[in-house]
């Protein structure tokens, strides 16, 4: 069978932060409550002149130098979010656009709460596996929104991740996928509402870890690989906590989830989660080493990836931004009234 | 070509003029040229402005305007440069009598800016620079005149102060204009102090938003002698064009400017030291600098500095905007170019009141549109 | 009377300039154009003979302000920085100075062009999307 995987990786992410206790004390919430029990500190704020295509446009131009390709090679683009700009448009034209892929090449959308990225990473992995496409471009990007003092205000986040996904010159091959899924209600948003809903503790046990966990373990069967022999494990944050027990049910001690942990300092991207962790991951990870991802979208679903990480990794690894190094330096901190005015949550004339 | 004369001259008094319409602004000051000029007729008429569609839904204004004036069925054409129109209709003016084409021509400008919201005219203004490439991207016109400031003090070391002093000598000069719209004496703090609009310029470097009109009527000077007036002719006109967007010349320089300056002074036979007084578009005080420049007065880089020593003032070595300028007198932008012909007339016919410069004999007007992509540069010689 | 700065129409035919940079290039003179121009005159004689190319993504401010008046579409964004920046000899373009401490803007800045949504029509209408600049 061919190796199929990915050829190239990037990360985006804003430089806007605001602080948990600057979110609390406006709406005479706990800080240090949110703090520990959701292990977020911080987490990013899109500018006005920022949303998802302009994320999703310079994670990609990063992939596509990691990748070393011409975009014109690229034959798919597609772009998971739950905040795309138009309710009817692609965000992928745009995208697709900026980079140079057009005008040969298809585009769609995608959709399914957190874990849109990891659909279109998957249906890119298998377009190439299938030969219909030499390369695409597969994204996982959100600048989500939660609802003024929800406590989803404290976790929703903006950043993108995207992956050239190819059958040669690999730095990563996709050596197993599964998808696991069930109808379930755990956080939605209807049409013409501006932010979702949550089922409170119904998202945990019943929607999280029995798709996280589920898709994990079943991925391990099928592929009959071992905890002990994979190296790195990331897994979607929607708080600090649960990958971090997620992980552990299914056999990963916290080192080895540490590095594509992210929610402590960037919050909860959203459909740019879990693939931002792998990038994360990626960022640093040795030829050899084996990396699990489970992604988790509400209403819901997982999908799982088993990959193995190729030579070619060192050469790309340093060649442009890296993800961490985004996370953690040059920062831009905002009060809540900005945070609110950029986001555009304050009631205005039209 | 035939020597060309102004005969008459004509203007409201400026401001945000709330009962008057387009029509009934240009018509007043129109009229009133002709009735200087003592003409019972006239051949054609030139028509400065630069956007009564987007300012006030209208267009076809020559033929709007001859039918207000009661002049019709004489041909009428609207001229537009942005800011230059006024400039440029002159121009059209002087062209069409020197040619022998007609004998007498009114050259008129107008603008009624104030039938819009602040946005609106922000809107239409900016129309005068580079819609895809300067102004899609959130640039403003006082925006690109605070860029040219900026690149014009870190390559002479010239001070805010100094753009400051122009303003404080245009509202000092503009205090005994009656149709000026501001009669208000500011100091140098008091520009420091204005609002913020783009950094380094404040609201007191920036030119209002202004209603008003002018017009003169060109003629031959054989008529005009008929006709009993003290002779001004236009000895030299000159116009050019260039990049509109700011980004595509040089920063600190308005080649526009300098071409047209070159042209008119070439066939007026004069050179910079030969003009008594000058009216400049000070659109804001940035551009008086950089134009004194262009116009020969005084060497790059050296405009901040003769300001300062009161070298542009009444009474100082080259008089400039004895009228007010833009920045106390107003611009109502088709209007500008006429009004300054109407100011260097004045100060001709020796009718210029508290801002007389004395022995006045030769002038020039440089009217400018946009970020300086069109400039019209005219000289008058009063002859005895 | 609604002004609106941006139209489908327009908007969409500089879609290779707005998003890509893509200018005109003259293979005799190696003079940039941006955006490609039907006709110029060449240096070395005649007309430029002109090859489509995008314009290198990173270089110099070469003047700024802080704008604190902007057109309506951006009266959210105020105050913010716009610049003249020199990508390429004679090819320049005017941009917004993204993501930058007022304090630190000075003439020689070196900065690279990043996307961003530049301004929309209303909260119903086009997005329109461009270049801005980031400091390096």
Request: proline fraction near 4%; charged fraction near 20%; hydrophobic fraction near 40%.
């Amino acid at each position: 069978m061919t190796e199929v995987g990915i050829v190239g990786y990037g990360a985006h992410l804003p430089k806007r932060r605001i602080k948990v206790e600057e979110i609390a004390k406006v709406w005479g919430a706990d800080a240090e409550g949110y703090k520990k029990g959701l292990m977020i500190e911080e987490k990013s704020v899109p500018g006005p002149d920022e949303d998802t295509i302009t994320l999703s446009v310079e994670a990609a131009k990063r992939a596509i130098k990691r990748a070393g390709i011409n975009p014109v090679e690229i034959g798919s683009v597609y772009i998971g979010s739950e905040s795309h700009p138009y309710a009817v448009k692609p965000s992928g034209t745009v995208v697709a656009e900026a980079i140079g892929a057009t005008p040969e090449c298809h585009c769609a959308d995608f959709e399914f709460a957190c874990k849109a990225g990891s659909e279109a990473m998957f249906v890119t992995y298998s377009q190439v596996m299938a030969g219909t496409v030499k390369y695409g471009l597969a994204i996982g990007a959100d600048t989500s929104q939660g609802a003024p003092g929800d406590a989803l205000e404290i976790s929703a986040s903006a950043g993108a991740a995207a992956y050239i996904m190819g059958a040669e010159n690999l730095v990563a091959e996709i050596t197993h996928t599964y998808s696991f899924m069930h109808d379930t209600p755990d956080f939605w948003r209807r049409e013409h509402e501006n932010y979702p809903q949550h089922a409170a503790r119904y998202t945990g046990e019943p929607a999280y870890f029995r798709h996280v966990v589920g898709c994990g373990e079943r991925l391990l069967e099928t592929s009959g690989e071992k905890p002990e022999n994979i190296q790195w494990f990331v897994a979607h944050q929607p708080n600090g906590k649960f990958p971090l027990r997620a992980g552990k049910m299914l056999g990963f001690p916290r080192e080895k989830i540490e590095q594509g942990w992210l929610i402590n300092l960037l919050g909860n991207t959203y459909s740019g989660s879990s693939p931002l962790g792998l990038t994360a991951v990626l960022d640093v990870a040795k030829p050899g080493d084996r990396i699990m991802m489970v992604s988790y979208g509400s209403g819901a679903g997982s999908d799982g990836f088993l990959l193995t990480v190729k030579d070619r990794i060192t050469e790309v690894q340093n060649i442009t931004e890296q993800t961490r190094p985004m996370l953690e330096t040059g920062r831009i901190y905002l009060d809540y009234g900005t945070y609110v005015k950029f986001r555009g949550k304050i009631i205005r004339n039209h | 070509m035939r020597e060309v004369a102004i005969v008459g001259i004509g203007m409201n008094k400026w401001g945000e003029l709330w009962d008057k319409d387009l029509r009934d602004v240009f018509v007043e000051s129109a009229g009133a040229a002709i009735d200087d000029a003592g003409v019972d007729h006239i051949d054609s008429m030139y028509i400065g402005c630069m956007t009564s569609g987007l300012f006030n839904a209208q267009e076809h204004i020559g033929s709007l305007m001859a039918d207000y004036l009661g002049v019709t069925p004489v041909p009428a054409t609207r001229v537009e440069s942005a800011c230059a129109s006024g400039g440029c209709a002159v121009r059209q003016a002087f062209i069409e009598v020197a040619s022998g084409m007609s004998d007498i021509v009114l050259a008129g400008g107008v603008e009624k800016m104030t039938d819009v919201s602040g946005d609106g005219a922000t809107f239409s203004l900016a129309t005068a620079a580079d819609q895809e490439w300067e102004c899609y991207n959130g640039v403003t016109f006082p925006g690109l005149y605070a860029m040219m400031a900026r690149a014009h003090m870190h390559k002479y070391g010239t001070k805010r102060e100094h753009f400051a002093q122009v303003a404080v000598k245009n509202h000092a000069n503009g205090f005994s204009n009656p149709h000026a719209q501001y009669h208000v004496k500011i100091s140098v703090e008091d520009v420091l102090k204005s609002a913020k609009v783009a950094e380094p310029l404040n609201l007191f470097d920036c030119s209002p938003i202004t209603d008003g009109a002018a017009a003169v009527i060109l003629t031959t000077v054989e008529k005009a002698k008929a006709l009993g007036k003290p002779i001004i002719k236009i000895i030299g006109t000159g116009q050019a064009t260039a990049s509109i967007a700011l980004h595509s010349r040089d920063l600190t320089e308005i080649e526009a400017t300098r071409y047209a300056a070159e042209k008119a002074y070439k066939m007026a036979g004069k050179g910079p030291d030969d003009i008594d007084l000058c009216e400049v578009h000070d659109c804001f005080t940035i551009a008086e600098l950089v134009v004194m420049e262009e116009l020969g007065f005084v060497e790059r880089g050296k405009s901040g500095p003769a300001v300062e020593a009161g070298e542009t003032n009444i009474g100082g070595r080259i008089p400039i905007n004895t009228s007010g300028g833009l920045k106390s007198k107003g611009h109502p932008v088709g209007a500008t170019g006429v009004a300054q012909i109407f100011a260097l007339v004045e100060q001709l016919r020796g009718d210029a009141g508290e801002r007389q410069v004395e022995g006045a004999k030769v002038a020039l007007a440089q009217n400018m549109g946009g970020s300086g992509g069109s400039t019209v540069c005219t000289i008058l010689e009063a002859v005895s | 009377m609604s002004f609106t700065s941006i139209t489908p129409a327009r908007y969409a035919r500089y879609i290779p300039q707005r998003y890509r940079l893509e200018a005109g290039s003259c293979s005799k003179c190696g003079k940039w154009y941006f955006p490609p121009r039907l006709r110029c005159k060449c240096e070395k004689g005649g007309d430029c003979d002109i090859t489509i190319k995008a314009l290198p993504d990173h270089g110099e401010l070469l003047t700024y302000t802080i704008i604190h008046t902007p057109s309506s579409q951006f009266i959210d964004q105020k105050p913010f920085a716009i610049g003249i920046i020199e990508l390429a000899p004679g090819a320049r373009i005017t941009a917004q100075i993204a993501d930058v401490d007022f304090d630190e803007l000075e003439i020689g800045m070196k900065v690279r062009i990043e996307f961003r949504l530049i301004q929309s029509v209303g909260s119903s209408g086009v997005l329109g999307y461009g270049y801005k600049v980031i400091k390096v």
